[in-house]
């Protein structure tokens, strides 16, 4: 039932064109305030993921064949996949295909399935890049999500179009050096920088605190994905272990894709910097992740306890 009303949101978002941001009709007005089903999705798909898996281990330890009996769920969750792709999300598209990847090679399933897989999707995306920044392809460029991609390998030559975010995001780092010119003494979110609160904040935070106080807050946001995984992996309980893997991931390819579009090396993709970039849904979204987990942690923690007086 929780699945399906996920959808429903999803499908939701496409029908109020007043509240299109950036090209992406993602947001559903509730009063005062806008949610975007997207930022719900991941965690959901998390949870749903989990508890399937879970369900269906010994179908899962069969190989390659327990894809064809997953055949159902696995085409709900492309589904849901599809349709954060034609708001247009193609950063939430990829999040949600990379949880669910992760989720499927930690469930069990034959470890020469996921190496195959991985192997695949390496290879595609080496070559697509490769082609891309090698061969100019003028019909698609009239598609945003394409000029975008080409901006990363050619930031410069795309400065007054989709190259304009990275460029400045450039400046703004060299600009802080390693100690920074000071807390709120940036000059590139004075209108120089787009987005500077939300995918580009990193950006300021290394401007204003140099590239040592921005190590700093990605290191502390890595430490937390690491102590995620660390309750994961110490888990006697499979679906405890399989939405921390799901949450860790979540987050990592969130960080991921921010910071690799802050140092020009990935496509911009409206991806948040967790915790730190302006965003309500996904802060609310995170908030109720941690006290997931949480509530995982705490419960790990009695039932070790209750062992040794046992």
Do not use: C
């Not at 007043?18 to 993602?26: D, Q, R, V």
């Not at 992996?233 to 939405?243: C, D, E, Q, T, V």
Request: glycine letters at 10%.
């Amino acid at each position: 039932m929780t699945y399906i009303l996920l959808i429903y949101l999803v499908v939701l978002s496409h029908v109020h064109p007043e509240t299109t941001i950036n090209g992406a009709s993602a947001w559903i007005p509730i009063g005062p305030f806008n949610l975007q089903p997207s930022e719900l999705a991941k965690l959901v798909l998390i949870l749903y993921l989990a508890h399937m898996f879970t369900n269906r281990q010994a179908q899962l330890l069969e190989g390659e064949n327990s894809l064809k009996k997953l055949r159902q769920p696995i085409i709900l969750v492309g589904g849901m996949i599809l349709l954060v792709l034609l708001q247009p999300d193609t950063g939430g598209m990829m999040i949600l295909s990379i949880i669910t990847f992760v989720m499927v090679a930690s469930s069990g399933i034959a470890s020469s399935w996921g190496l195959k897989m991985s192997g695949i999707g390496a290879f595609i995306v080496s070559v697509g890049y490769f082609i891309i920044a090698n061969v100019r392809f003028p019909s698609l460029e009239k598609y945003y999500q394409f000029r975008r991609l080409v901006a990363v390998m050619h930031p410069f030559a795309w400065k007054a179009r989709e190259g304009n975010q990275i460029v400045n995001s450039f400046y703004a780092i060299n600009h802080g050096g390693l100690f920074g010119v000071g807390l709120g003494n940036s000059t590139q979110k004075l209108g120089y920088l787009p987005e500077p609160y939300t995918d580009f904040i990193l950006a300021i935070i290394t401007e204003e605190l140099g590239v040592i106080g921005a190590l700093v807050v990605v290191g502390l946001i890595f430490f937390l994905i690491l102590r995620i995984l660390l309750i994961g992996i110490r888990s006697k309980n499979a679906y405890h272990s399989l939405i921390a893997y799901g949450i860790a991931t979540m987050m990592f390819i969130q960080a991921s894709f921010n910071i690799g579009a802050v140092l020009g090396v990935l496509p911009v993709t409206g991806v948040t910097l967790p915790f730190i970039s302006y965003g309500g849904s996904s802060l609310l979204i995170l908030a109720m992740a941690m006290g997931i987990m949480l509530n995982i942690s705490a419960a790990e923690t009695k039932l070790k306890q209750e062992e040794r007086h046992a």
